[in-house]
């Protein structure tokens, strides 16, 4: 039998437990849904930030993000994104901390190619005109016998139907309109008689159902292009489209969708309302189409996207958010339907 004291402490106790149950069962609900207004605050990842460096390395399985800013800082960490999971390496070698460098997967050379950024934040200077590749393990500086003049928020991509990478524009002080390509071991500009007019921050990405470039869109510090242009077989022709997303944004997230076809546009800068959009475009091939899916991330400019052939999913990360004061960390895919937050 039970002393006195002893029943006393345990009905204490169960009390203490009971009420204890009940806060947190009341405290759960408002969690998960502070969690998901804001899952740029919960789970382990990279740090917000802009302008990152984000290309998948199918030969790895394995998305790599380097570099970017948060409009204080300059990053120079390497992470990998596998399997929706982000874990940061730490190479032997790496490339200086950088700004809107391009990063692209080179199939013929079976690694990743960063050219550029910046190591100072905005058009403050500190372009950087070095070549990279990253070998699975560490980071490794190529010493081409040419190069493209140093420069920032370039755009790049590999040309799967000509075998070489395919970098265009950017801004080193002044806005550029030229084309150089990379053939595995030194770059050489292209005589381009026609070409996109000077620009940083277009959307650049390779259509694989068409096998061409498409770039769309760009700033040169006075206007915000609308304009849609293919790069096929060395040679830049400007479409003809009736639909557009629009002259009024820049900062564009864009990848291929290989699993569907399509050439996904996500986002961009308003560059009157001083906002971001949350919209999703596609490229057919012949226009675009604005997509009107279920769930969405907020809107954001000058993120990263890159397609996961792995899990046939586009992975984007990052950005800036809610007038351009917030430096985003959220990890989202798109499923080819609608996006789902994933950390």
């Known amino acids: 039998m039970s002393a006195p004291g002893a029943r006393l402490r345990r009905t204490t106790l169960t009390a203490v437990l ?5 806060l947190v069962a009341a405290l759960l609900p408002a969690a998960a849904h502070a969690a998901a207004r804001r899952p740029d605050l919960v789970g382990a990842r990279p740090p917000g930030r802009a302008w990152p460096s984000f290309a998948y390395d199918p030969a790895l399985n394995e998305a790599v993000l380097f570099g970017g800013d948060n409009g204080r800082k300059v990053a120079g960490e390497t992470w990998i994104y596998q399997g929706g999971i982000w874990t940061q390496e730490h190479p032997a070698t790496s490339p200086a901390p950088r700004t809107g460098a391009a990063l692209v997967y080179d199939a013929t050379s079976d690694q990743l190619l960063l050219f550029g950024g910046s190591s100072r934040i905005g058009t403050a200077g500190g372009f950087l005109g070095d070549t990279w590749v990253w070998t699975g393990t560490t980071w490794q500086q190529l010493h081409p016998a040419t190069s493209p003049p140093a420069r920032h928020n370039a755009d790049m991509i590999y040309d799967a139907a000509d075998h070489d990478v395919v970098l265009f524009g950017g801004y080193d002080g002044q806005y550029l309109g030229d084309t150089w390509t990379w053939n595995g071991s030194t770059w050489t500009q292209q005589d381009t008689t026609t070409a996109p007019a000077p ?15 498409v770039l769309y869109g760009g700033f040169n510090g006075e206007t915000a292009f609308s304009d849609t242009w293919s790069w096929n077989g060395g040679v830049w022709t400007q479409l003809s489209i009736t639909t557009s997303p629009g002259r009024v944004q820049t900062g564009w997230q ?57 899990t046939q999913q586009i992975v984007l990360f990052g950005g800036r958010g809610h007038h351009d004061v917030s430096y985003l960390r959220s990890t989202w895919v798109w499923s080819g339907t609608t996006w789902q937050n994933v950390s």
């Open 18 to 22: 009971t009420t204890a149950t009940a």
């Open 199 to 213: 620009r940083d921050t277009g959307s650049f990405a390779y259509d694989a159902a068409t096998g061409t470039g």
């Open 254 to 310: 864009m990848a291929d969708d290989t699993a569907t076809g399509q050439v996904l546009l996500f986002g961009g800068h308003r560059q009157r309302r001083g906002t971001n959009s949350d919209a999703t475009w596609v490229w057919t091939g012949t226009t675009w189409t604005q997509l009107q899916p279920a769930a969405s991330p907020f809107g954001r400019s000058y993120g990263s996207m890159t397609y996961d052939s792995a």
